[in-house]
Nanobody, 117 residues
Framework: QVQLVESGGGLVQAGGSLRLSCAASGSTFRINAMGWYRQAPGKQRELVAAVTTGGITNYANSLKGRFTISRDNAKNTVYLQMNSLKPEDTAVYYC???????????WGQGTQVTVSS
């Protein structure tokens, strides 16, 4: 099993920045990709960004240039730097990880990000 614990959410004004962190524990040797999803009220959960153990990144097209994902494999931690935040970025952000082949998926409890206009 893998446990994911997020931190760094909060309230920020439009144009501001936040940095989310997600630390993995447990059977971390099984992890391949780590990343972030978000879910706004009344909407489906969507991919924000993900990064593999080898450093290959994948971003939602609409977020490229504002959000940056990074990963510290030694610390089993993934980060999401969010800049130029907009009110529409308001959502619960969930940390996610999976094993090679996507056989197992793990989720954090979520952290609220609220961007005020």
């Amino acid at each position: 099993q893998v446990q994911l614990v997020e931190s760094g959410g909060g309230l920020v004004q439009a144009g501001g920045s936040l940095r989310l962190s997600c630390a993995a524990s447990g059977s971390t040797f099984r992890i391949n990709a780590m990343g972030w999803y978000r879910q706004a009220p009344g909407k489906q959960r969507e991919l924000v960004a993900a990064v593999t153990t080898g450093g290959i990144t994948n971003y939602a097209n609409s977020l490229k240039g504002r959000f940056t994902i990074s990963r510290d494999n030694a610390k089993n931690t993934v980060y999401l730097q969010m800049n130029s935040l907009k009110p529409e970025d308001t959502a619960v952000y969930y940390c996610h990880s999976n094993t090679i082949g996507g056989l197992y998926n793990y989720w954090g409890q979520g952290t609220q990000v609220t961007v005020s206009s």
